[in-house]
């Protein structure tokens, strides 16, 4: 959505790259190009004037750093500048305080609000929290059934809304469900209106009077450009919000909401939907967003969403191989690797029902790096065959495996030993036994 305003900027900084100085004419003659760059990405016309003003500033008072080209000065100068219009690093949800924690979504009617909090839900879950969904649009018929639906599709609780309940009741008893069914936070899906008027405001302000939320997202759909704006600064005016979960970011919506919006209302984009499945929302980081706007790419958003997959799919793997008792040293032997490279075979069992203990013992385990070289050592002492049935280990063999990893037969028995107990364990706990976990091998 940022194309044609990463295309424009680009234009400005390829015409700088050549000059060996900057003087103040040439970045005034730039900020006049990257002014109508935003204007034309339909930016508000308040912010862009702040922004340029701002560039320029200190844009001229850096000139005299060395060793970086006048262009690079200026790219890092505006890239501060749009990470800071974006959001600055306050874009993280404030969860602290009573639990539940209350999230109350809000806004026009069609912006997104429903889907998004099913998306927001999911999102949540992923991040170990238990999410709780509560339709209190009592108004727009079907809106109650569509999240009802939505909840059902991801597995989440819902609360039984009634048409004909009072959204404020409604609010009061589903609180006391969630934290009956201990749920950890609380997303209220508001009546929305084709335009902001008094009632609805009202009922905003009860509602939220009851519900105490932590978080009221403005839900804004980003097609509509300054409008969204406008509308973000009643409500921020009316009932105070938090933050925005900018909708539809797929579409071509030229990104004059996502660059005003916090500069207008206070109140930072916090989640951007980029599509109608409830996966296609992500959180919104100024710093990548401004890196894609001036064309450097996206490259962790990229990267975080790859791990996420493979490690879900790995934990599916794994937990079905512990059940059945069938996690060989083959296994163990590739997640110890991945785990020392990056921490995972940790992340990936939390991700299994159950397995929450062991994934601790691994953590504590990372300061034993000896141990740990050690076990690896004898590992990659055995054969494949060996790795995959460890009961062919006889003590023939152990001897080998001994010399090989220049440990003592001692040191192979327990390794086995341990590494047995422990698969029996993981095996019973997702059984849904219960015990103490043993020590991990050679710990
Ligand atoms: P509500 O009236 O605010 O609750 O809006 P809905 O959640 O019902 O959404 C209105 C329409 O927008 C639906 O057709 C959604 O599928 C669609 N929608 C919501 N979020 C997105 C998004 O991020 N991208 C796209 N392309 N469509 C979206």
Known sequence: MFESLTDRLSGVFRSLGGRVQLTEENIQEAMREVRLALLEADVNFKVVKDFTDTVKEKALGTLV???????????????????????????????????????????????????????????????????????????????????????????????????????????????????????????LDTAGRLHIDEPLMQELRTIKDIAKPQETLFVADAMTGQDAVTVADAFNQQIGITGVVLTKMDGDARGGAALSIKAVTGAPVKFVGMGEKLSEMEVFHPDRIAGRILGMGDVLTLLEKAQSTIEQEEAE???????????????????????????????????????????KQLGEMKGHEKEIAKTEAIIN???????????????????????????????????????????????????????????MPNM
């Not at 163990?332 to 069992?349: A, D, P, V």
């Not at 080998?400 to 706990?429: C, E, H, P, W, Y």
């Open 65 to 187: 750093m060395k060793g970086v080209s006048p262009a690079q000065q200026v790219i890092k100068v505006v890239n501060d500048e749009l990470v800071h219009l974006l959001g600055g690093e306050s874009t993280e949800l404030k969860l602290q305080g009573q639990q539940p924690a209350v999230i109350l979504m809000a806004g026009l009617q069609g912006s997104g609000k429903t889907t998004s909090s099913g998306k927001l839900a999911l999102l949540l879950r992923k991040q170990k929290m238990k999410p709780y969904l509560v339709p209190a649009d009592v108004y727009r018929p079907a809106a109650i059934e569509q999240l009802r639906t939505l909840a059902k599709q991801l597995d989440i609780p819902c609360f039984d809304s009634k048409a004909d309940m009072k959204p404020a009741d409604i609010v009061q008893n589903a609180l006391m469900d969630a934290k009956e069914k201990q749920c950890t936070v609380v997303i």
């Open 317 to 359: 793997a794994l937990a079905k191989k512990m059940q059945k008792a069938k996690f060989d040293l083959e296994d163990f032997r590739t997640q110890m690797k991945r785990m020392r490279s990056m921490g995972s075979f940790e992340s990936i069992l939390k991700m299994i029902p159950g397995l929450g203990g062991i994934a």
């Open 381 to 439: 002492s055995m054969t494949m065959k060996e790795r995959r049935n460890p009961d062919i280990i006889n003590p023939s063999r152990k001897v080998r495996i001994a010399n090989g990893s220049g440990t003592k037969v001692q040191d192979v028995n327990q390794l086995l030993r341990q590494f047995d107990q422990m698969r029996k364990m993981m095996s019973g706990m997702l059984k849904g036994g219960k015990g103490k976990m043993p020590p």
